[in-house]
């Protein structure tokens, strides 16, 4: 079955922190990876996308996310976290159908 | 580039209404898909339209049904409404009946069924 897991519902991290979001798929065929973020009243921002070659893909806001094919994972990363980045980050899989599956999110709030 | 718009933005509807959310796409865009997000939850797919026809539908029952017009524009209509449709139910276009799954999404309608 075609699934997306983010394992954390909730995550608080200071201001100037690391962050790291984790994200696992099940996916038959090859699939490509989005992270798309959700502030408060808003509709989806894309943050970034993987669709093949280089494992480490940029994006905007100062994100990035590694696609490790062997640990089926695809974990969002951002050195330093700002106030504005607590929002609810959504991971989605896809094929050439366009049809997102996204995981159940995972809210991040920033302390000052 | 204009994004995408939906109307209305809130609506409160009774059990076993109807109701109509629209979706004007971004321009250039062809294909739109509709998502409900229930409180706490990611966003499913309902269905998506392609030119007018539908191109992949999620497991939601047929009193969800959707309509593209020929400027892309779309319409979500939901018939006989239960309280579980509450829900965020947002529209997103993207250009291609084959693409990636990289979506341009709206803000959303947010419907409560009372």
């Known amino acids: 079955a075609q699934s997306v897991t983010q394992p954390d519902i909730h995550i608080t991290v200071s201001e100037g922190a690391s962050l790291e979001l984790r994200c696992n798929y099940s996916y038959g065929a090859t699939p490509y990876l989005f992270w798309y973020v959700q502030s408060p009243g808003q509709g989806l921002q894309l943050l970034l996308k993987y669709f093949s070659g280089d494992t480490l893909v940029q994006g905007i806001k100062g994100f990035e996310a590694e696609f490790k094919r062997s640990q089926s994972s695809f974990n969002l990363r951002k050195p330093s976290v700002h106030w504005s980045d607590a929002a609810e980050y959504f991971c989605a899989v896809s094929g050439n159908t366009g049809k997102l599956i996204f995981g159940q999110g995972t809210t991040l709030q920033v302390k000052p | 580039e204009t994004g995408v718009t939906q109307s209305p933005t809130h609506l409160i509807k009774t059990r076993g209404q109807q109701v109509t959310l629209r979706c004007s796409s971004q321009?250039?865009?062809?294909?739109v898909s509709w998502y409900q997000q229930a409180l706490g939850q990611g966003p499913q797919f309902i269905f998506q339209?392609?030119?007018?026809?539908?191109?992949g539908r999620g497991n939601f029952p047929p009193r969800f049904s959707g309509l593209q017009f020929p400027n892309y524009s779309s319409e979500l209509n939901v018939n006989a409404l239960e309280l579980d449709d509450s829900a965020l139910y947002l529209c997103?276009?993207?250009?291609?009946?084959?693409?990636?799954?990289?979506?341009?999404f709206g803000e959303g309608s947010r419907l409560t069924v009372l």
């Open positions: 321009s250039g865009h062809n294909t």
């Open positions: 339209y392609y030119r007018e026809e539908e191109n």
């Open positions: 997103a276009s993207s250009r291609g009946q084959v693409n990636t799954g990289e979506l341009f």
